[in-house]
């Protein structure tokens, strides 16, 4: 599998991506808000452009499809329920479901509702999984629920499937936002030295040639991942004094989301 994160240079910071199988150079993009850019990319590497996924239907991951359309062919792909917000959508996915790409990759659907209700991510399969997970999840963070989103539902989201992700899964957001979701982590953790060290590497980095984190590193600095860590948690008694004395991980994860839409 060929992935190719392409950073939009824009005021949101979206990531988009084409994914190519290396036997028949066909690819998939992902929420091409950005066409030039992604056809561009398409053009100089030699991959053939057949399927355009939209991980969810807000503007900036939909906004580029229909010139991407029109000038590759190719179908566009998004959760079954979203036809009623992204147009001219060829195929709607379920839960379980797979996509394909070329003649040597094969993704699994997840339903991962909760920064908006029609949300998916791709999980690829194989033994080097990566997840393609739109706004559900970012590194250091995850998805605000402002704009028709659920709280309650995110949590689901990730105490039932992400969290459950094998250490070696690679993790490939919508947006660039590590460094300010670091900065976010040592807020609430500050003697997490983990979160430190990443700051240090990366508070410099080139968005074009971003960090790519997996699992193993998201359970040291995703706060949303450390629901248990009694720093956090004592922490958050400042903000939130009718805590539970015990908390439960999905009063935590509630907690924090509400204090990250203000941060």
């Known amino acids: 599998m060929i992935v190719k994160q392409l950073y939009a240079d824009n005021r949101l910071r979206n990531f988009h991506y084409l994914i190519a199988c290396q036997e028949t150079s066909e690819a998939m993009v992902i929420d091409p808000l950005d066409v030039e850019r992604c056809l561009s990319a398409a053009k100089k590497h030699g991959f053939k452009i057949t399927k355009i996924l939209n991980t969810h239907e807000h503007w900036d991951h939909i906004d580029g499809n229909t010139e991407m359309k029109e000038k590759t062919g190719a179908k566009i792909y998004a959760h079954g329920g979203a036809g009623d917000k992204i147009p001219n959508v060829d195929f709607g996915l379920?839960?379980?479901?797979?996509?394909?790409?070329?003649?040597?990759?094969t993704f699994k659907v997840l339903d991962t509702p909760g920064h908006t209700d029609s949300h998916i991510c791709l999980l690829s399969n194989g033994h080097n999984?990566?997840?393609?997970?739109?706004?559900?999840?970012?590194?250091?963070?995850?998805?605000?629920?402002?704009?028709?989103?659920d709280p309650d539902k995110l949590y689901d989201t990730f105490a039932r499937q992400l969290s459950l992700l094998p250490e070696?899964?690679?993790?490939y957001p919508g947006h660039d936002y590590m460094i300010n979701n670091l900065g976010f982590t040592l807020d609430r953790e500050p003697d997490n030295e983990v979160a430190k060290s990443f700051l240090h590497k990366l508070e410099s980095q080139d968005p074009h040639a971003a960090y790519v984190s997996s699992m193993s590193d998201e359970r040291q600095i995703n706060s949303f991942l450390r629901l248990n860590n009694s720093s956090i948690i004592e922490k958050l008694r400042a903000e939130?004094?009718?805590?539970?004395?015990s908390?439960?991980?999905?009063?935590?994860?509630i907690a924090l989301r509400e204090l990250r839409n203000h941060w």
């Open 94 to 105: 379920s839960a379980g479901e797979t996509v394909s790409v070329g003649s040597s990759i």
């Open 129 to 149: 999984p990566a997840l393609f997970c739109g706004d559900t999840m970012f590194n250091a963070g995850v998805g605000h629920c402002k704009l028709g989103g």
């Open 168 to 171: 070696n899964t690679l993790i």
């Open 240 to 245: 939130f004094p009718t805590l539970s004395n």
């Open 247 to 253: 908390p439960s991980e999905k009063e935590v994860f």
